[in-house]
């Protein structure tokens, strides 16, 4: 049986192994595969994992040994999932690794937001303090968060998590998800429609798969409907924001920051207007990204594609 990674860089740039592959079958890792790569790396493998390179009907209509395809992320519209089930292939993702990871690093954005951490050790460093004529000083508003209320749009396993910290904080929490399970509410957190959301929260962190009814849904009109100065946070997809509209809200001041993890197209592009907004704190998707979720996504890999070749693939998306 071979196997081959088209694109394992960014799962085990050298701290993991991939041993747990090896054992499976004839196996080959790249660390990237650009376009023109594609057919010839598949070649006659019959089990391909892939994280961003896309594996189109194209590309399965020349490749007839894929048996199975695993993607190294949750996110799975990198492949063609109706053509692989016409073609009877199962695809498989990954669900579960980093809800932990994720839902900490909207928070890692938040309170960067809110106190500025690195801004105000920067100019400790830089002599500000040593020379201030009092015994404190802040360089930006600091903001505490109990008692504001965080919106949450998809309610599913990160953003429960990402819930249950807003509420230790003594944050309340709306949220809202197309398939609520009113069980979950209690005082502090309660189901609401997107536009009482949008209207009542100091902080909207969205959770939601990217689709077609999703894609490009932060925009001019939904961005009116929100609080003057609310701040918004997406670890999730990057096309759920229409970018230009959130550029030119964050210079007029309609919303206060935003901390974004992903954004529509990665690597980001020089031209992004999110890079000249003010108030607007980016990281290069990185918020699934500690060894520890790294681990349990190669784990959970190797567990899918052993599943599949015992006959019983779990985690099937199509």
């Not at 292939?89 to 669900?95: E, K």
């Not at 508003?141 to 910290?165: H, S, V």
């Not at 210079?251 to 993890?261: C, N, Q, S, V, W």
Request: net charge negative; charged share 25%; hydrophobic share 40%.
């Amino acid at each position: 049986m071979k196997i081959v990674v088209l694109d394992g860089y960014t799962l085990n740039p050298g701290d993991l192994s991939w041993e747990g592959f090896e054992a499976l079958g004839e196996f080959t890792c790249h660390d990237r595969t650009e376009e023109n790569q594609i057919l010839s790396r598949i070649g006659e493998a019959e089990i391909v994992i892939t994280n961003k390179t896309p594996l189109t009907r194209e590309t399965l209509e020349k490749c007839p040994r894929i048996k199975y395809i695993g993607i190294l992320a949750t996110g799975y519209n990198v492949v063609d999932i109706e053509a692989a089930r016409e073609k009877a292939i199962p695809v498989c993702n990954i669900p579960t690794y980093g809800t932990r990871a994720v839902s900490q690093f909207v928070f890692a954005l938040l309170l960067a937001i809110c106190h500025r951490v690195e801004d105000h050790s920067k100019s400790v460093f830089e002599g500000q303090w040593s020379g201030a004529a009092d015994f404190c000083y802040w360089n930006h508003p600091l903001t505490e968060l109990a008692d504001k209320t965080m919106g949450i749009i998809g309610f599913g396993r990160i953003g429960r998590q990402t819930a249950g910290i807003a509420r230790a904080l003594g944050m309340k929490v709306l949220a809202y998800d197309e398939y609520p399970d009113t069980s979950l509410e209690a005082d502090d957190l309660h189901y609401t429609s997107l536009e009482s959301l949008y209207a009542e929260s100091d902080v909207i962190s969205l959770h939601c798969p990217l689709f077609d009814s999703t894609r490009g849904m932060i925009n001019r009109e939904s961005l009116a409907l929100m609080k003057d100065g609310v701040i918004l946070i997406n670890t999730s997809r990057g096309p759920l924001v229409v970018e230009e509209d959130l550029a030119e809200a964050l210079k007029t001041g309609k919303i206060r920051a935003a901390g974004l993890d992903v954004v529509a197209t990665e690597p980001i592009r020089e031209d992004n207007p999110l890079l000249k907004a003010p108030n607007c704190f980016i990281t290069p998707h990185i918020a699934w990204a500690p060894r520890e979720s790294r681990s349990r996504l190669m784990d959970i890999a190797v567990e899918n594609l052993r599943a599949f070749l015992d006959g019983n693939p779990v985690n099937r998306v199509n």
